[in-house]
């Protein structure tokens, strides 16, 4: 059986009516990348049973979105209330996040999810990194096509030594850029991973977790098989994905 792997949703509203979704670039990058089943989890809040996911699951995804982690997470007010919002996924993905790297089952986290990955373990955020001084404007043009949009917009540095480089085999790699918010404070115990070229941290893993983490501010899920990168990143992933399942399936029987 292949290894599941929950996929937090954000909520939405469809003409009168709310909704659970997720977007399918990054439902196909669970399939098409890591191997792996992936499994929509509702954003419930403080009604998720966490015990029952986390017990369930052999990976994470944490995907993009419009929305934004609520900055009163990291003791600021919104700069800009017309910025989306979405406190449902707030209050099911930090708890989530924090549980998970306790038990070392994987993660992977992309744009929102790694903004959501350093506020849960202790960090802030930019809410305006082209407000910043020294920083690049990081987001994407809305007029222009979604290739356009998804393109390679920058490259960034990979830190020698580190996870991603070992993945990669790479030092620098040309990266899509889509997110007007970023690492502002890192959060105790994560390491970085690679920057942007004005020194903005566009991934890190978590060094104290027992478990494999990667988080990364791009979009590496954008058609996914047409980047040998972004393939083998999910394929890492995949691999802890498996490399749980048998650890977990070990316990089970052990137990039994």
């Known amino acids: 059986m292949r290894p599941i792997v929950i996929v937090p949703a954000c909520t939405r509203d469809f003409g009168e009516h709310p909704y659970h979704a997720a977007q399918y670039k990054y439902v196909d990058a669970v399939v098409l990348g890591a191997d792996c089943a992936p499994m929509i989890l ?11 996911v986390l017990a369930l ?5 944490l995907t993009g979105s419009a ?52 506020v849960a373990l202790g960090g802030s955020l930019h809410q305006a990194v082209q407000a910043v ?17 998804y393109g390679d917009a920058h490259n960034v540095r990979i830190t020698p030594g580190g996870c991603l480089e ?13 997110h007007g918010q970023g690492v502002n404070e890192l959060a105790p115990g994560l ?30 899920e954008w058609r996914i098989q047409h980047n040998p990168y972004s393939m083998k990143m999910f394929g890492a992933f995949g691999d802890a994905c498996r490399a749980y399942q048998a650890r977990k399936g070990t316990r089970d029987r052990s137990s039994a």
Request: hydrophobic fraction near 40%; glycine fraction near 8%.
């Open 133 to 149: 001084a020294g920083k690049f404007d990081h987001r994407e043009n809305p007029e222009l096509g979604m290739d356009e949009q």
């Open 67 to 118: 929305s934004n982690v609520h900055p009163s997470y990291y003791s600021e007010e919104v700069l800009d209330p017309t910025l989306p919002q979405d406190p449902a996924r707030d209050q099911t993905t930090l708890p989530l996040i924090r549980e998970a790297v306790r038990r070392g089952i994987p993660i992977i986290a992309i744009c929102r999810g790694f903004q959501e990955m350093n």
């Open 191 to 220: 390491r970085v991973e690679a920057v942007a070229e004005d020194g903005l941290v566009e991934a890190f893993s978590v060094a104290t977790a027992p478990g494999f983490t990667l988080a990364l501010q791009w979009h590496p």
């Open 42 to 52: 509702p954003s419930l809040g403080a009604a998720l049973d966490l015990e029952t």
């Open 166 to 178: 070992r993945m990669l085999g790479q030092s620098e790699i040309p990266v899509n850029s889509l």
């Open 57 to 61: 699951c052999d990976g994470i995804m």
